[in-house]
């Protein structure tokens, strides 16, 4: 028998809190000089109760090639990947409109 979401009440397998929880998030993608200016992107805003911030992380390391953690709510990549981070936030299924680059 399959798992019941606690949220909506559907089956895992057709339950959509994670689809609604990314469309009204708000975003900020901003780049941060650290130590011997290294760029870091920095993602903001995501809510982390409703999206499985860990597995974002993962995907968004795996399609830049590049390095990167999540840390209070904050995902933090090495490099400069703004322009990038939107695209791929955008494939994911974030709405374009709710990610703003500063």
Do not use: W
Request: with cysteine.
């Amino acid at each position: 028998m399959s798992e019941i979401c606690s949220t909506c009440g559907l089956p895992k397998e057709l339950c959509v809190c994670e689809t609604i929880a990314k469309e009204n998030q708000l975003i900020e993608v901003t780049i941060e000089k650290r130590k011997f200016g290294k760029q870091y992107t920095i993602i903001m805003g995501i809510d982390t109760k409703e999206i499985d911030i860990d597995q974002l992380v993962k995907k968004l390391k795996g399609k830049f090639a590049c390095g990167g953690t999540a840390k209070d709510g904050k995902i933090e990549l090495q490099g400069q990947h703004k322009q990038r981070v939107r695209e791929a936030l955008v494939e994911m299924g974030f709405a374009p409109e709710t990610i703003i680059l500063k």
